[in-house]
């Protein structure tokens, strides 16, 4: 059992500075207050603009997080079947030494046959793939294309406006207009919400487009409730009132775009009456909010990707990225549109991550989204050698991936080596071979970007290790000596390496001082172009798609699974994040998980009428991929027709075993390969 915080020493206090580590937008800059080397609380810093003093709830319970009775404390060796969650607890030695001894048998032999499995546990550069992927290089293991979250709107991004890159989140706080597409502000970009509610005081207009009734949504002055999956439908339909009124910034077009003629002849082809059949809204909704967009000055999109989780979410972020270059409302600092700050940051991935190493090899890549498939399948020539070994750290496939079923049955094969490097014993943990404690973001260093501010943070360790627990860095230079990787580079210290993340590009004294350090960026970074596509204008139409034979323009995709086509699946479900969670991480925080209660799904008062389902009632929530069981929670949260399954339980801690992702399919995107967890079709029934 971890050592609880005490109080009432007289041993000093000090605050260190830190950052939150988790896959949030908002990246906030913590201060953790310790004494006598325990960490007492974690409070947001108040210097730092963006966080503003601020947590969210979740990290707030940081400390209880950390010293939480089932932290993982040591080494284990599995004794039981796979999945039963038996352990004995073994040495770091013993773990190292079999773990290198198994591995280094694989690799003689076929080394793609290993496979890192991870994602944003930690969204720092150096617990995140630094050493790991140094590591993974040298051996040749299988690469990992890492596309569960966002790579179907980054694609939409980097072929429309050239990058991760957009408006500078502060400047919303001076738009008259902002719309908060596909994205619960509140739950999942807590910060954001802040900064609208001051536009909103100063007299802007906030409209919300989701087809649930989020908090979000309930506290906006509009709210457009589409179907899943119609949001290009949207766009275009916007864009055809914005040329049949006129309301255009001509000169912007001429200068600083590509494509326009082919993209006004295809929105011209969306009257409002067609997109409003597609997405289930009245036709005048999407007239009014065109009037809106046309005429408001500034008015700035933030959108997230909520939105890009259907087949064709990278097509819909091409479209929604394309309004404001129309408009010109990018000539403003607080016009434009937000998806992902990301791509204005200077690391230098490749010097953390050496891919150099690989030294001629060219292992194959991946696909994290088909991880079910792919464990399952035998060798051939075409896949290469079936996966032998697995090595999972900041990531719970179990609980997050699509289909869970055939993950489950994946992870589930005797002859499957798993090593786990978790902070607790997760769905995923439970069908390690070994499974090593690793530390929080309280007992390491890292450097962090952010996906929603414009600032590098620097975490420092607050505390020791918990326990016997170590860094990723550490396991895996632990690893590396023992396969015999003598390269210096396995011996760079977590220091150096948070050094090494961005080089004299951000001032890293400045970090050392104040924990925070702003990238110098304009405040309206496309007022006057300068977008960095290859042609450096807003692409409407992408050459680059074209040179691969896709569609050079966006365009509406319907979904895989289209709400109200399939008479035994009539309703289309959606699983975003639980307000108290965080993707999985947080689940078994029982304070948080006491607010949650058990998992929902919600549905429409018609919906359940029809089914003879009572509100509170446990339901059966099915398709032919597999079935998850929960309370069925009537709620004017749900449109008819779609139903609301709130992520991500643990399986284990739901009501028989499975979650949301029991349903979930493995299909793929349009663009950037990545997941459609809100294109499935289901039914449901009385438990
Ligand atoms: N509390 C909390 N915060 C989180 C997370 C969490 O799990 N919990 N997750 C984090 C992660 S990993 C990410 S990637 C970010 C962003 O995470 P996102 O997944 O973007 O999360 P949300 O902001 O909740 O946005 C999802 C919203 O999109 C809506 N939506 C679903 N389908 C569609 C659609 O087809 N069209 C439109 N217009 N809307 C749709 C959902 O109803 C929901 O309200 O948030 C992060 N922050
Ligand atoms: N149905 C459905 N499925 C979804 C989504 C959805 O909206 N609906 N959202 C998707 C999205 S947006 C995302 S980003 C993925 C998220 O998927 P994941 O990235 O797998 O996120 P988490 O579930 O938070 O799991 C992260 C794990 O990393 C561990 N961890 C944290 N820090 C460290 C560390 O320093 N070292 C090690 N070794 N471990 C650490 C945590 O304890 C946690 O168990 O899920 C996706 N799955
Ligand atoms: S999860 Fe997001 S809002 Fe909460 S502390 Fe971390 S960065 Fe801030
Ligand atoms: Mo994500």
Same mark, same amino acid.
């Given at each position: ?100 001894? @198994? ?11 290993i496979l890192p499995y991870s994602y944003?546990g ?10 790991a992927?140094?590591?993974f290089?040298?051996?040749?293991a299988s690469l990992l294309d890492r596309?569960i ?119 011209? @082809? ?34 997230? &990707? ?60 991946i696909n994290m989204v088909t991880i079910g498939?792919d464990l ?11 996966i032998?070994a697995v090595l999972v750290y900041n990531s719970n496939p179990v609980?997050v991936a ?5 993950v489950?049955?994946g992870f589930?094969?005797?002859?499957l080596?798993t090593v786990v490097i ?6 995923s943990?439970?069908y390690a ?205 749900? @449109?008819?027709?779609? *139903? ?28 950037? @390969?990545?997941?459609?967890? &809100?294109?499935?079709?289901?039914? *449901?029934?009385?438990?």
């Open positions: 059992m971890a050592s609880p915080p005490v109080s009432g020493s007289s041993a000093p206090v000090r605050q260190v500075r830190g950052a939150c580590p988790h896959d949030c937008p908002d990246t906030c800059a913590l201060l953790t207050t310790v004494q006598d080397g325990v960490a007492l609380r974690v409070q947001g810093n108040p210097a730092h603009g963006p966080t503003a003093g601020v947590l969210c709830n979740k990290v707030a319970h940081y400390a209880e997080r950390t010293y939480h009775p089932e932290r993982l404390l040591q080494p284990m060796r599995r004794v039981g079947p796979k999945g039963s969650g038996q352990f004995t607890p073994v040495s770091w030695d013993e773990a190292l030494d079999a773990i290198a001894a @198994r591995l280094g048998a694989i690799a003689a032999r076929a080394p793609q046959a944003c930690t969204m720092g550069l150096v617990q995140g793939e630094s050493m992927g140094r590591f290089h040298r051996l040749g596309t979250c966002s790579s179907a709107g980054g694609e939409g991004l980097v072929q429309t406006l050239g990058g991760k890159v957009g408006m500078k989140v502060e400047f919303f706080a001076e738009a008259k207009l902002i719309i908060i597409w596909g994205s619960n502000s509140i739950t999942s970009n807590l910060h954001f919400w802040r900064i609208a509610q001051e536009a909103k005081r100063n007299g802007a207009r906030l409209v919300c487009i989701d087809p649930r009734r989020s908090e979000t949504a309930e506290k906006c002055h509009d709210h457009v409730q589409l179907l899943p999956g119609t949001d290009a439908a949207l766009a275009l339909a916007l864009m055809h009132e914005l040329i049949a009124h006129d309301w255009l910034d001509h000169d912007y077009i001429a200068q600083h775009t590509v494509g326009w003629e082919g993209l006004r002849e295809r929105a011209l @082809r969306w009257t409002p009456e067609r997109a409003a059949a597609v997405c289930g809204i009245p036709a005048q909704q999407i007239r009014e909010l065109a009037r809106a967009y046309g005429t408001t000055r500034p008015a700035a999109i933030r959108l997230n &990707y909520g939105m890009q989780r259907v087949r064709g979410g990278g097509n819909a972020t091409r479209a929604v990225a394309s309004l404001p270059a129309l408009t010109g409302a990018w000539r403003h600092r607080a016009g434009g549109v937000l998806l992902s700050s990301s791509g204005f940051y200077p690391a230098d991935r490749a010097a953390l991550q050496r891919p150099d190493l690989l030294a001629g090899q060219r292992p194959r890549t498939d399952l399948r035998p060798a051939s020539p075409a896949f290469g050698p079936a032998e609980a699509p289909e869970s079923g055939k489950v049955r589930a094969r005797e002859d080596f978790e902070q607790f014993r997760t769905d943990a439970d071979d070994y499974l090593l404690p690793a530390t929080t973001q309280l007992e390491h260093w890292d450097i962090h970007p952010s996906y929603g501010h414009t600032d590098v943070l620097l975490n420092r360790p607050a505390i020791a290790p918990v326990g016997q627990a170590r860094s990723n860095t550490d396991v895996f230079r632990a690893l590396a000596a023992r396969m015999g990787f003598t390269d210096p580079c396995f011996a760079e210290s977590d220091e150096s390496l948070c050094r090494l993340a961005f080089g004299d590009r951000v001032d890293f004294e400045l970090l050392l001082q104040q924990g925070f350090a702003s990238l110098a960026l304009p405040d309206a970074p496309f007022a006057a172009g300068g977008f960095p596509t290859p042609s450096g204008r807003c692409e409407f139409f992408s050459e680059r798609l074209a040179r691969q034979g896709l569609d050079g323009l966006p365009d509406h995709v319907p979904n895989h699974e289209v709400a109200g086509s399939s008479a035994r699946y009539p309703l289309a479900m959606i699983s975003p994040p639980a307000r108290n969670f965080l993707n999985s991480t947080f689940v078994n925080v029982q304070s948080l998980r006491d607010i949650e209660g058990e998992p929902v799904l919600e549905l429409h008062a018609d919906d359940a009428a029809a089914r003879g389902i009572r509100d509170a009632q446990v339901v059966r929530v099915f398709n032919d991929r597999g079935e998850y069981v929960c309370k069925a929670s009537i709620s004017p949260r749900a @449109r008819p027709g779609v *139903v609301n399954g709130l992520g991500i339980w643990w399986r284990k801690l739901g009501i028989a075993g499975t979650n949301v992702n029991e349903l979930t399919s493995q299909k793929l995107t349009d663009l950037g @390969r990545a997941p459609v967890f &809100y294109d499935c079709l289901v039914e *449901v029934r009385p438990a």
